[in-house]
């Protein structure tokens, strides 16, 4: 786990963390993939979902386990997490009593550029505030892919700050009690320019079985943007590095960014731009 991501969510209350979204009205996900990265925390929130709980996912693609049980879901642009948390911060800290510095800092947010380039618009914006609407107790999820995230601890920023203002505690994946940590609030930064991730692009993820490790996964989406066939014999080549896989179509899969399965996870974003060689 990133200390420094932990360290700067800034809470000096560790009441604002929890380990369980069980009883939540509304809980919020994002940077995660649980069918793949953490199947129990896909399991307990299928069943909060079925005992009445909202479910608002933000990710980069669909999680077959999650996004059906959604009551909304949409998809961000891979690397726009940071604009993401920014206009989510700006959206529920609203009607809050926040200092003049930050009353000064979300009125000269760049809300355009940030929704224009994160595909997170004003309509997503209104919804979610809609369904979050009355809220009394929510829980915010942080996934794996923001603990590396090139900007992870100005994302933590954005993320303590909701906790600190809001009846949403935090719920970071993969951590226990054990791990969470005391600390100051810092003040949030400029929203760096969102870098673009064009091309074929593939996630690394954990294998559900070893055997995985063989294939590229992917919709038939990302089958015609990659040029490629089911069933072919392939290179996956990226960061210098090759992995030959054999590409799989898979028809629960949508959009343009295909798994690829590893054993061993790099402690690293796990989105790459790559190029497919035959």
Known sequence: MNKAFLSALGQSDLSRFTTTCKDCDVIFLIGSLPSRHNRALAQEIVSCVDAGAKLIYLFTMEDPIL???STFFSRYEVGSEEGVLSLLAKSFLAESSLSEAYQTYFSTLDDGYVSAESNIGEE????????????????????????????????????????????I??????TTQHDWIVAEETMVEEVEDIASFDGVVVYECPCIDAKEERFLIGSSQFQAAAKVQ??????????RETYPR?????????????????VKANNAYPYHVTKIVK
Do not use: M
């Open 67 to 69: 996004s059906p049980k």
């Open 124 to 167: 997503e914006i209104e919804e979610i505030e809609t369904l979050c609407a009355g809220v009394t107790k929510g829980v915010l999820i942080l996934g794996e892919d923001l603990f590396y995230h090139p900007r992870a601890e100005q994302i933590a920023r954005f993320a303590g700050l909701i906790a600190r203002h809001t009846p």
């Open 169 to 174: 505690k935090l719920q970071i994946s993969g």
């Open 230 to 239: 089911h069933d072919e014999a392939i290179h996956v080549v990226f960061d």
């Open 246 to 262: 054999v590409f799989v179509r898979d028809e629960r899969l949508k959009g343009v960014i295909a798994l690829l399965p590893l």
